[in-house]
């Protein structure tokens, strides 16, 4: 069920104020999240096991711990990825709500 339709299907309009509060600190939370999460990828990115992997490529440095650090970036940048895309939408039916209500 889509957030818009369980906000409208309620009768107590402070009821659905109180509903639009709590999405809105969920939504506040995720952006945090999101940030966080880009943060902790750049950090992770600037570690020397990911710094320069053409030169250790070419020079056959790029081991098992230069593989590791880059899939755990992978995992870090596909995080932040998530969490912006779940604010998004989030956000995006918010808009949707208020509008609704116009």
Do not use: P, Q
Not at 54 to 68: H, M, N, Q, S, V
Request: proline content about 0%; aromatic content about 6%.
């Amino acid at each position: 069920m889509k957030l818009s339709h369980f906000i409208e299907d309620m009768t107590d309009l402070s009821r659905a104020e109180r509903a639009e509060n709590i999405l809105l600190g969920v939504l506040s939370n995720l952006r945090n999240a999101t940030d966080n999460a880009y943060k902790d990828y750049i950090d992770h990115e600037r570690r020397d096991e990911c710094l320069g992997w053409e030169a250790k490529i070419d020079r056959g440095e790029f081991g098992e711990k230069e593989l590791k650090a880059h899939r755990l970036a992978a995992e870090k940048l596909g995080a932040y990825r998530a969490l912006g895309r779940a604010a998004t939408l989030l956000e995006d039916e918010l808009h949707k709500m208020r509008a609704d209500e116009s």
